[in-house]
């Protein structure tokens, strides 16, 4: 069965500064089916990243996700206030057919 | 303006049941798979439920095969979440959601709280 495992499980930084989370899968995940989403609290997710890399529509470029096989990257090059949320990573595909991971936390320092 | 706008969601004694809806606007409805994703207080993210769009087949979670159905009316543009013996473990918001082309969840709606307890 397949397992997403993020990390960390809380990021602490400081606006302006470069964060970068980490998903990592139990089986190899098809670049295809890699996505990420943003959540504030009392609100829907939010897609950022579909197949690994591409930004949903209206995403700043900001945002920039990585990787391939079992291990995949989100990047958020400088961060703004705005941007202090839950992030999560999802594939499809692999048994059971979607699966997330249990998310970072972003928070300010 | 793609709009999904969850209804349904209560109070409810276990064992019991409830019947949650989606109604979709903004985009062609029988086109995409669409599907419910619940999040636990606290918690993260579980898919619940899929079903493609002539609702030719059907994805559950584990948690839920056998209590949960899932259907839609492509005439009404609506999602439906039937759920039976529900337990504790089942209170969460319930979003509707549209996977898009990217098979990722593009468009989520607000959600719907279920509460399941005594």
């Known amino acids: 069965e397949m397992v997403l495992t993020q990390s960390p499980g809380t990021l602490s930084l400081s606006p302006g500064e470069r964060a970068t989370l980490s998903c990592k899968a139990s089986q190899s995940v098809n670049s295809g089916y890699l996505a990420w989403y943003q959540q504030k609290p009392g609100q829907a997710p939010r897609l950022l990243i579909y197949?690994?890399?591409s930004r949903a529509t209206g995403i700043p470029d900001r945002f920039s996700g990585s990787g391939s096989g079992t291990d995949f990257t989100l990047t958020i090059s400088k961060l703004e206030t705005e941007d202090f949320a839950v992030y999560y990573c999802q594939q499809y595909g692999s048994s059971p057919l979607y699966t997330f991971g249990q998310g970072t936390k972003l928070e300010i320092k | 303006e793609v709009q999904l706008l969850e209804s349904g969601g209560g109070l409810v004694q276990p064992g019991g049941s409830l019947r949650l809806s989606c109604a979709a606007s903004g985009f062609t409805f029988s086109g995409y798979v669409m599907s419910w994703v619940r999040q636990a207080p606290g918690k993260g993210l579980e898919v619940v439920s899929s079903i493609t769009g002539g609702s030719d087949y059907t994805y559950y979670a584990r948690s839920v095969r056998g209590r949960f159905t899932i259907s839609r009316d492509n005439s009404k543009n609506t999602l439906y979440l039937q759920m039976n013996s529900l337990r504790g473990d089942d209170t969460a918001v319930y979003f509707c959601a549209q996977r898009g082309s990217g098979w990722a969840f593009d468009y989520w709606g607000q959600g719907t709280l279920v509460t399941v307890s005594s």
């Open positions: 197949g690994a890399s």
